[in-house]
């Protein structure tokens, strides 16, 4: 192993104890939450709007649009990598390769975040070969041994007198713009590109943070190859149409047929619904936990989805890799680790019926879109009134195009 003082890190804070009692009410969401809560209508009164609304299959499909995309938005604005709970100590490291660029991202002594491209400043190894958290306090590299910092800098070179007119401090890890906010972490995939975290909104900071998103611990993760380009994979987490079809043997039941209560956060959408139980009255039931009866759904902008339940806090990095190819980074954060039978089993039930849900129903879908829209049946997709935040995302997005 690579790293000095390795341990792999499964657990953000062991010293906390936050099980299932610990949930949330309304008091402890934001203002513009609650203010969105509030507006949610009862189920008989939400009626969706007729909409005309069409994208052109290609979207999904060329090439050519596929590098517009890179080019023009995960290349010039700041992209969501990781959870901040998956680094949550002082001294976590991890290597992200995702979106096609090498990343390492290290937290230092004093807790700041950075990134790095993960290769060594020596002849280019990569330092950390595998994806998985660790801690360590300095990084080191398997070829020949040098050793950097936690804030990139390079501090140790085996034989380094036989180097002539060498500095140490000029061959420190090239490092990318990196922030850290509400829980997530953003990179600049370009170094050489203007530092753009415009899409980093304080109202979205703001409602993660309520959420406790960065205290947050990481109970389990995976990852999903999809054959499917990832708007595809992403329109299932923009709209509740689908919800009481595909879901119709799982989650369905759960969820009424109506619209989302959807805010644009800047660049960001943030959708909220009730339950099929819900009824404004509930909102003020004492010490009600908020999670049972409603559900929050965010678009980060670009491409990371967020979605609550009443135990935990689903995120999931949707990386496009080709047209038609993309793969998601799931990660299922609760509010401490299982501290009791009950919760250990409820997270544990949790897991596998979401993995189970988002896994074989909603990347399903998108998958089977994919293959059906590559035959060339159909020159556009059309979009119903329960799938309005779709088109409305995708006017995002077009401004970058
Ligand atoms: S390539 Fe890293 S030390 Fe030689
Ligand atoms: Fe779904």
Redesign the pocket.
């Known amino acids: 192993m690579n790293l000095i003082d390795t341990a792999t890190q499964t657990s953000a804070q062991p010293s906390r104890s936050k099980g299932l009692a610990q949930t949330q009410t309304i008091s402890d969401l934001s203002e513009s939450q609650v203010a969105a809560i509030r507006k949610i209508p009862p189920h008989d009164a939400a009626k969706p709007r007729a909409i005309d609304a069409r994208r052109p299959a290609s979207i999904f499909l060329s090439n050519e649009r596929f590098e517009l995309e890179q080019a023009n938005i995960f290349r010039k604005f700041a992209v969501p990598v990781t959870v901040s709970a998956i680094l949550s100590q002082p001294g976590s490291v991890i290597a992200h390769e995702g979106y096609g660029v090498p990343l390492l991202l290290m937290r230092d002594k004093q807790g700041v975040v950075r990134a790095f491209l993960n290769a060594?400043m020596?002849?280019?190894?990569k330092l950390v070969e595998d994806c998985e958290p660790h801690r360590a306090g300095k990084v080191t590299?398997p070829?020949?041994?040098?050793t950097f910092a936690l804030d990139g800098r390079l501090v140790g070179v085996p034989r380094e007198e036989t180097i002539a007119n060498f500095d140490k401090a000029d061959r420190g890890l090239a490092e990318l713009a990196c922030r850290e906010a509400g829980g997530l972490i953003w990179v600049m995939l370009d170094r050489t590109a203007e530092p753009n975290f415009s899409n980093i909104d304080d109202e979205l900071v703001g409602d993660f943070n309520a959420f406790d998103i960065p205290d947050m611990h990481v109970y389990g993760r995976k990852t999903f190859e999809l054959d499917a380009n990832w708007k595809l994979v992403q329109e299932p987490f923009l709209e509740g149409y689908h919800v009481q079809r595909l879901h119709a043997r799982s989650v369905g039941p759960m969820f009424a047929d109506v619209p989302n209560v959807t805010s644009v956060l800047g660049h960001n959408i943030r959708q909220i619904s009730g339950k099929i139980n819900f009824t404004p009255d509930c909102l003020d039931i004492e010490g009600e936990n908020i999670h049972k009866s409603v559900t929050h759904a965010y678009l980060v902008f670009p491409n990371t989805v967020i979605v609550t339940s009443p135990y935990y806090i689903s995120v999931m990095f949707i990386m496009p890799k080709a047209a038609g190819r993309s793969v998601v980074d799931y990660i299922m954060l609760t509010r401490g680790e299982a501290d009791n039978e009950k919760a250990a089993d409820v997270y544990q039930r949790s897991y596998e019926m979401i993995l189970n849900v988002f896994g074989n129903e909603d990347f399903r879908a998108a998958e089977i879109s994919q293959k059906g829209l590559s035959s060339g049946a159909l020159e556009d997709v059309v979009y119903c009134g329960l799938e309005e935040t779709i088109p409305l995302y995708y006017e995002i997005l077009e401004r970058y195009l």
């Open positions: 060594c020596h002849k280019g190894s590299c070829y020949h041994a040098w």
